[in-house]
């Protein structure tokens, strides 16, 4: 199996610890080895979609995401050696501010560090894995019942990191309770070991966790929302207009907003078209996108 711990100086991840602990070696010799595992459980983690056919694609990713990742973890090293404690150096003449800032700007390089990893393993997933939930298009029928189902089954997922981290951080509980708990509340047995034996952080999820989710429940309110609102600009919209010359269908049943011109168009309004999203439709006859109301603005922003 690879080894990458290389990929991290030995010397900078102790050096990173010197103003935070008595134990600077220990803690560098850690971080290496927590780099180095996380790497290779990555690529055992690609492994499971790799074929004959995708192999170098699953290559190509891993050496992404291991570039990546290591460029982020060096810049949480680079931040965390300017944090210094009081217990190491002594109270006496402590800048406060110095440190609170400094511990400020480690803090958001570990959460770059750790959502940039968990997104851009969400973007691999959805690449690689057959099984990956697919994307949710305007053009189905039942998308907003659709939308709204995943939407209910994020604000369930919501709660349940919340009453997880409650327990995981639970003073109360012994960590055997803990475990049960967590398994209760429908966490498998790999998810909660991570919870009561974080890497690093606090126990439970990472903050990043819930914001991301909480960010998606949003995003698909507004997706929602937009899709409502579509639906009744159809009623009130005609179907066939219009502008400065330019026939323009609104087809409903294609789900596409259709532009006929009058003979071929100069290059100037091809390069306009094809710069606002609309691509030529050879069976069509047309310049069409998908039907929204951002494809109506493009449009009449284009012909004004």
């Given at each position: 199996?690879?080894?990458?711990?290389?990929?991290?100086?030995?010397?900078?991840?102790?050096?990173a610890h010197r103003g935070t602990s008595f134990s600077s070696e220990k803690r560098g010799a850690s971080f290496v080895n927590d780099y180095d595992g996380h790497l290779k459980w990555t690529l055992e983690w690609l492994n499971q979609w790799r074929t004959d056919e995708n192999s170098a694609d699953i290559d190509e990713a891993f050496a992404y995401y291991r570039e990546g990742y290591k460029k982020r973890a060096l810049a949480y090293l680079y931040a965390h050696s300017r944090c210094i404690s009081s217990f190491i150096t002594g109270p006496s003449g402590f800048p406060v501010e110095r440190a609170r800032?400094?511990?400020?700007?480690?803090?958001?390089?570990?959460?770059?560090?750790?959502?940039?990893?968990?997104?851009?393993?969400?973007?691999?997933?959805?690449?690689?894995?057959?099984?990956?939930?697919?994307?949710?298009?305007?053009?189905?029928?039942?998308?907003?019942?659709?939308?709204?189902?995943?939407?209910?089954?994020?604000?369930?997922?919501?709660?349940?990191?919340?009453?997880?981290?409650?327990?995981?951080?639970?003073?109360?509980?012994?960590?055997?309770?803990?475990?049960?708990?967590?398994?209760?509340?429908?966490?498998?047995?790999?998810?909660?070991?991570?919870?009561?034996?974080?890497?690093?952080?606090?126990?439970?999820?990472?903050?990043?966790?819930?914001?991301?989710?909480?960010?998606?429940?949003?995003?698909?309110?507004?997706?929602?929302?937009?899709?409502?609102?579509?639906?009744?600009?159809?009623?009130?919209?005609?179907?066939?207009?219009?502008?400065?010359?330019?026939?323009?269908?609104?087809?409903?049943?294609?789900?596409?907003?259709?532009?006929?011109?009058?003979?071929?168009?100069?290059?100037?309004?091809?390069?306009?078209?094809?710069?606002?999203?609309?691509?030529?439709?050879?069976?069509?006859?047309?310049?069409?996108?998908?039907?929204?109301?951002?494809?109506?603005?493009?449009?009449?922003?284009?012909?004004?």
């Amino acid at each position: 199996m690879n080894d990458y711990k290389s990929d991290i100086d030995l010397t900078t991840a102790i050096n990173a610890h010197r103003g935070t602990s008595f134990s600077s070696e220990k803690r560098g010799a850690s971080f290496v080895n927590d780099y180095d595992g996380h790497l290779k459980w990555t690529l055992e983690w690609l492994n499971q979609w790799r074929t004959d056919e995708n192999s170098a694609d699953i290559d190509e990713a891993f050496a992404y995401y291991r570039e990546g990742y290591k460029k982020r973890a060096l810049a949480y090293l680079y931040a965390h050696s300017r944090c210094i404690s009081s217990f190491i150096t002594g109270p006496s003449g402590f800048p406060v501010e110095r440190a609170r800032k400094a511990n400020a700007s480690a803090d958001k390089r570990l959460t770059e560090w750790l959502e940039w990893s968990h997104k851009q393993r969400e973007r691999t997933r959805r690449k690689f894995d057959p099984k990956a939930p697919t994307v949710i298009s305007a053009d189905d029928e039942d998308a907003i019942a659709k939308l709204a189902a995943k939407r209910d089954r994020l604000q369930q997922r919501q709660e349940a990191y919340k009453a997880a981290n409650k327990v995981a951080r639970s003073k109360k509980l012994d960590e055997e309770q803990k475990r049960q708990q967590l398994l209760d509340l429908g966490f498998d047995e790999k998810t909660v070991y991570t919870c009561l034996h974080p890497r690093w952080g606090k126990f439970g999820f990472d903050s990043y966790v819930l914001t991301n989710n909480n960010a998606n429940i949003h995003r698909i309110s507004d997706r929602i929302v937009a899709l409502q609102r579509e639906a009744e600009r159809r009623e009130t919209t005609p179907d066939e207009y219009e502008i400065n010359g330019v026939k323009i269908i609104e087809n409903n049943d294609e789900n596409r907003l259709q532009l006929f011109f009058d003979g071929k168009p100069e290059r100037s309004m091809i390069d306009k078209l094809k710069s606002r999203g609309f691509h030529w439709s050879r069976t069509r006859r047309c310049w069409q996108r998908l039907l929204n109301n951002n494809a109506r603005y493009a449009m009449k922003e284009i012909l004004k």
